[in-house]
T-cell receptor, first 117, second 111 residues
């Protein structure tokens, strides 16, 4: 089946630093990837839609200058949390579709657990 | 109103029980519907897609009522391994191509 790899699985950083999270589609090409965030006991919240070769589409309330998304190739999207603060501590997870059309399900990476101290 | 709403539970049932989860969605233009399963501190995994005519996959049956904007999941003969959080999912987002998740319904199956 389609595989999405996310790295790192967990990261601890100091307040004010930036953290980059990578999301790769290993056995398929993904023109679109999606970034979600999940706080404890909450639902997955869509942050942005990452588009290969163009700007990401951010959801309402998500700061595009704080959460930088780059989708430079058909198999890699990155999310950079800039100037991280403790309230950014969360579970970040990416996903992609292995086939076109929004009727197909998403395949998820294994997530990145970010802790900002 | 939230885009996807679910009863959070928890549902505590014995092995062998039949349990049903309900979900409502707010966007009448939604076209794609799924149930995902999420285990504690793990990524969500697709359980099944939901089709207009209803569909079944083993012990799991999904139903969709577009007029009422209502989705259901029925689990028969519950197993211990069914214990998880079940997420109701519809397409949406700014671009309409992403998936929007409900908060999930927690199921705990005991022996």
């Amino acid at each position: 089946g389609a595989v999405v790899s996310q790295h790192p699985s967990w990261v601890i950083c100091k307040s004010g630093t930036s953290v980059k999270i990578e999301c790769r589609s290993l056995d398929f090409q993904a023109t679109t990837m999606f970034w979600y965030r999940q706080f404890p006991k909450q639902s997955l919240m869509l942050m942005a839609t990452s588009n290969e070769g163009s700007k990401a589409t951010y959801e309402q309330g998500v700061e595009k200058d704080k959460f930088l998304i780059n989708h430079a190739s058909l198999t890699l999207s990155t999310l950079t949390v800039t100037s991280a603060h403790p309230e950014d501590s969360s579970f970040y997870i990416c996903s992609a579709r292995s086939s076109t059309g929004y009727n197909s399900p998403l395949h998820f990476g294994n997530g990145t657990r970010l802790t900002v101290t | 109103r939230k885009e996807v709403e679910q009863d959070p539970g928890p549902f505590n049932v014995p092995e062998g029980a039949t349990v049903a989860f309900n979900c409502t969605y707010s966007n009448s233009a939604s076209q794609s519907f799924f149930w995902y399963r999420q285990d504690c501190r793990k990524e969500p995994k697709l359980l099944m897609s939901v089709y207009s005519s209803g569909n079944e996959d083993g012990r799991f049956t999904a139903q969709l009522n577009r007029a009422s904007q209502y989705i259901s999941l029925l689990i028969r003969d519950s197993k211990l391994s069914d214990s998880a959080t079940y997420l109701c999912v519809v397409n949406g987002g700014q671009a309409g191509t992403a998936l929007i998740f409900g908060k999930g319904t927690t199921l705990s199956v005991s022996s």
